[in-house]
C-alpha cells in the first residue's frame, strides 16, 4: 500500500525544515520546568495558541487585554462596531481548552472529533444551530473566505475529501507528525467543510495531530503563535499575509505550492516551541 505522506518528506525544503521543527520541540520537552508544571505550560500555551488562531482569522486582541477580560469573568471584546469578532476570540480559546477531551474521538473518529471542534468554534456566531458540526449540504450554504483562497469546493467534493482525510488519518504512515498536521490543516482550510470559523477548526486539527502522534504529548508548544509570527514577518517584509499565500499555494501551487505550505507549517512548528520556551522561562522567573 502506498504512503502518500510519506511521500512529501521527498519534496524541496520539507524534510530539512521537518527535522529542524522536531530539534526545536525536542528542545522545548526537555526543559525543566515541565518536570513538576507542564499543566501550567500547557494552559498559557493554549491560551497563546487559541488568540493567535483568532488573529489569523482577523480576530486580534492584545494577549494581556484577553488574559484580564477572562480573568475577570468579562465577555470577550476586541471590536465595539463589530461583536462577533469578540466572539470568535472566546470561541478559540473554548476550542484550545477543551483539545485534551477531543484526543480519544480524534484518534479512533477524527470526522466525529471535526464536528464537536465546529460547534465549540462557530458557537454564537450566526450559523444555525442544525447547521453546527455538519459540512456544507448546499452549494448555496455561505462560505467565509477571509484567506482569499477562491470559491470553495462543492458539497459532494468537500463530502467525499472529508472521508478521504479522515481514512487517511486511520491508515499508518511513516510520514513525521509534522506533515500529517500539515496536510489535515491545508486540507480543512482548502474545504471550508462548514463555511465559518474553518480557520479555527483548521489550526485546532492540526495541533490534535501534534499532541496524537507524540511529537508534542503534552501541548505545550504554540504553533498557531509560529503562524502568526511568521505572518506578521511577511507584511514587515513584503506586505503580504505569508499565512494567506501559503495556503494558496498549497490550494492553487501544485507540487511546489504543497512543498512550500509544509515548509510554512515547520517553520511554525519551530516558532510554536520557542514560544513554549518563553513560557517555561518566565515560570521560572516568577518562582525564583
Not at 525544503?13 to 520541540?25: I, L, N, Q
Not at 480573568?71 to 481548552?97: E, F, I, W, Y
Not at 474553518?198 to 489550526?203: C, N, Y
Not at 501534534?210 to 504554540?222: E, F, N, Q, T, Y
Request: hydrophobic share 45%; with cysteine.
Amino acid at each position: 500500500m502506498k504512503d502518500p505522506l510519506a511521500a512529501l518528506l521527498d519534496l524541496d525544503g520539507v524534510g530539512t525544515a521537518v527535522s529542524e521543527a522536531r530539534t526545536a520541540v525536542d528542545g522545548l520537552l526537555g526543559h525543566r520546568v515541565l518536570r513538576r508544571r507542564s499543566a501550567e505550560v500547557t494552559a498559557e500555551s493554549a491560551l497563546r495558541g487559541a488568540r493567535a488562531s483568532a488573529e489569523l482569522e482577523g480576530a486580534g486582541i492584545e494577549l494581556e487585554r484577553l488574559r484580564g477580560q477572562l480573568m475577570h469573568g468579562q465577555p470577550v471584546t476586541v471590536s465595539s462596531k463589530d461583536p462577533q469578532l469578540g466572539q470568535l476570540v472566546a470561541n478559540a480559546v473554548r476550542v484550545h481548552a477543551d483539545l485534551g477531551s477531543l484526543l480519544p474521538s480524534w484518534k479512533g473518529a477524527p470526522r466525529q472529533a471535526l464536528a464537536r471542534l465546529h460547534v465549540l468554534a462557530a458557537a454564537d456566531l450566526g450559523v444555525p444551530e442544525d447547521h453546527l458540526g455538519r459540512p456544507r449540504v448546499s452549494a448555496a450554504d455561505p462560505v467565509e473566505d477571509p484567506l482569499e483562497l477562491g470559491a470553495g469546493p462543492d458539497p459532494l467534493e468537500v463530502s467525499a475529501r472529508l472521508d478521504g482525510l479522515c481514512r487517511l488519518l486511520l491508515q499508518p504512515t511513516a510520514a513525521p507528525a509534522v506533515v500529517v498536521a500539515a496536510v489535515v490543516h491545508g486540507e480543512l482550510l482548502a474545504l471550508r467543510a462548514f463555511g465559518t470559523a474553518d480557520g479555527i477548526v483548521a489550526r485546532a486539527a492540526a495541533r490534535l495531530v501534534l499532541i496524537d502522534r507524540g511529537l508534542d504529548p503534552k501541548a505545550v508548544s504554540a504553533p498557531e503563535v509560529g503562524h502568526a509570527e511568521l505572518d506578521a514577518a511577511g507584511l514587515r517584509a513584503d506586505h503580504r499575509h505569508a499565512y494567506a499565500e501559503a495556503a494558496r499555494g498549497y490550494v492553487h501551487g501544485g507540487t511546489d505550492g504543497v512543498a512550500r505550505w509544509v515548509v510554512h507549517c515547520a517553520q511554525a512548528v519551530a516558532l510554536g516551541a520557542r514560544e513554549g520556551l518563553a513560557v517555561c522561562e518566565a515560570i521560572l522567573r516568577q518562582s525564583a
